[in-house]
């Protein structure tokens, strides 16, 4: 926490404090007023006590005010602080340990947590024990046993029940964000996965898995209602408890009726900031789950290991050397995802990767963007180890298209200006232009709204807006990963006749499953089973046996069946 924020929150606690004491001077005087005038003195004896409510009455309002806003500020900027350092704990990449929609539980739900800390449990507590010391104090001037009566049931209501609560929790709590966690996942399988569910008739099951998952979490927090009424009610039991002992021994002693009636108020009001704290002390088990949850997420193992200090940026052109790199996802898995693979990527040089899916094409493309960490091997830029570097660095070297792009819940023009802020509309044209998108932007203008995840752009189109993305950009060395992926064949062929086309005398690592157009790169390598198996130029490739034949032979044939297919549909409708 910052001096700022440290001051701020002083701030918030003296104003609850002078709050709760102003109520509670607000009462006494009062009280006291009502009784004396009761006897008839001289209005002379009155006028301080009419003054001291007065005053009592409005600082009381006023520093409720103050002690709400202050507190609440505090509390709001402390729970964006705490998102935006989880956000930035992601960063580099974690490995994963959880789920989308648990993350998402954790980013909403468990930072409410730090709100909830301040709100209603520290702020509250530092009131009441302000509160209720100066509640004692006017007990211990009025009459001293009766201020040990009074200690003794604040210290019951504001200690011991609050600690009892937490305790009983804590039993169960540590449940609640999980099941809160288990349900949204189950929420955002039925949102997203709802065309998927009713065309294998899994709705029904999905349905149920999801009224389980509620009914888990609704069961939890009927039991955190139970402690949370209970707290309340023995809370109640004490002060009506503790006033009727105060009354009684005030009587006893011959106190009088005016000190009896400032005993017993007083006493009555003390209690109303300490009652809360039972909750507060129920509602501390939920929030200490839920910081460990955040911490889980905070000290996952990052995917890569950042240098300190990083070594400085090589200037450009820039050479990419890739040596006998071996990429594992993770220690259990028997085969890497990339064996030992070896690849040069001069200025201007455009490198082809094929291969079969699972064949380690990706992963190489992650390792050469420092989303993972190699096993061994190296990838050097201009002869120095991008592990040497910063990863936001090398990625400003090389990244581009990856294999899941996502498109944010904004406008078309917004989505593109996520690789190029300042672009304006001359430069977003032509990526758009590049990426064989424009007739779509023109039809749906640049001010369209995409929804969340893409659900209102078809594959290509998604596949196409996140390579315009990648050619606004514009990295040294282009990093495309699938750029023809979930595109009709016609439009991937002019797709990708475009994009070598635009790459021409740029360095480019190009990942695709589609031969067509690939003479026109410098080099050609074919991955299978995280090893290189055959590199060359097309032509030497399709002659030599291997699988970039094989792909190639049925690639032509499906050409061929697909060029006499539109021949006889033309033909058919000439008729």
Not at 274 to 295: D, F, K, N, S, Y
Request: proline share 5%; aromatic share 4%; with cysteine.
């Amino acid at each position: 926490m910052t001096r700022r924020m440290g001051m701020r929150l002083a701030w918030a606690v003296l104003a609850g404090a002078a709050a709760d004491l102003a109520g509670l001077g607000l009462i006494a005087a009062a009280a006291w007023l009502i009784t004396r005038a009761a006897e008839q003195p001289p209005l002379a004896a009155l006028s301080v006590a009419i003054v001291a409510t007065r005053a009592f009455a409005t600082g009381k309002g006023v520093f409720r005010y103050a002690e709400r806003l202050t507190g609440h500020d505090v509390a709001l900027r402390a729970q964006a602080g705490t998102r935006e350092r989880l956000y930035q704990a992601l960063i580099p990449p974690r490995q994963p340990r959880h789920g989308g929609a648990d993350l998402l539980s954790r980013m909403v739900d468990d930072t409410d947590a730090v709100q909830d800390l301040l709100v209603r449990c520290l702020l509250p507590a530092a009131a009441a024990a302000a509160a209720g010391l100066a509640a004692v104090v006017i007990g211990l001037v009025v009459l001293p046993v009766a201020a040990l009566v009074l200690l003794a049931g604040l210290v019951v209501a504001g200690v011991l029940l609050p600690a009892g609560t937490a305790a009983a929790a804590r039993r169960w709590s540590a449940r609640i964000a999980p099941a809160r966690a288990a349900l949204a996942g189950r929420v955002a399988d039925l949102v997203h996965g709802s065309a998927d569910l009713s065309a294998y008739g899994a709705g029904e099951q999905a349905l149920a898995q999801a009224r389980e998952a509620d009914a888990a979490l609704a069961a939890l927090e009927v039991h955190q209602a139970r402690v949370h009424a209970a707290a309340l009610a023995g809370g109640t039991l004490v002060q009506g408890l503790t006033v009727a002992a105060v009354v009684l021994l005030a009587q006893s002693a011959g106190a009088g009726t005016v000190a009896t009636a400032v005993l017993a108020l007083t006493s009555l009001v003390a209690f109303e900031p300490v009652l809360p704290l039972a909750a507060a002390g129920e509602r501390l088990a939920g929030i200490t789950a839920a910081l460990r949850r955040l911490r889980d997420v905070r000290t996952a193992p990052a995917a890569i290991t950042e240098p300190a200090p990083p070594a400085p940026l090589p200037s450009g052109p820039f050479t990419v050397e890739v040596e006998d790199l071996v990429v594992r996802h993770s220690a259990d898995q028997a085969a890497p995802a990339v064996d030992r693979v070896s690849l040069t990527l001069t200025p201007g040089k455009r490198v082809a990767l094929v291969g079969p899916s699972g064949a380690g094409k990706s992963s190489l493309l992650a390792a050469l963007m420092r989303l993972v960490e190699p096993e061994s091997g190296t990838v050097r830029v201009n002869g120095v180890d991008i592990t040497r570097l910063d990863s936001d660095a090398v990625r400003t070297v090389m990244t581009g298209l990856t294999q899941d792009p996502y498109v944010f819940q904004t406008t078309l023009r917004d989505n593109l200006r996520l690789a190029g802020p300042e672009a304006d509309d001359a430069r977003l044209l032509r990526a758009v232009r590049d990426a064989r998108l424009d007739q779509w932007v023109e039809r749906v203008s640049w001010d369209a709204h995409l929804g969340e995840d893409g659900r209102t752009v078809s594959g290509g189109q998604l596949q196409r807006l996140a390579l315009a993305r990648a050619l606004l950009y514009d990295p040294p060395v282009l990093l495309l990963d699938e750029p023809a992926e979930a595109l009709d064949e016609e439009t991937a062929d002019s797709l990708m006749a475009d994009l070598l086309d635009v790459t021409h005398e740029r360095t480019t690592l190009l990942v695709t499953h589609r031969l067509k157009g690939l003479e026109q790169v410098d080099e050609i390598i074919v991955l299978e089973g995280g090893q290189v198996v055959q590199r060359g130029h097309h032509d030497e490739l399709v002659r030599a046996d291997g699988y970039y034949r094989d792909l190639w032979e049925s690639e032509v044939l499906a050409g061929g069946q697909a060029l006499a297919s539109r021949s006889r549909g033309s033909a058919s409708r000439s008729s």
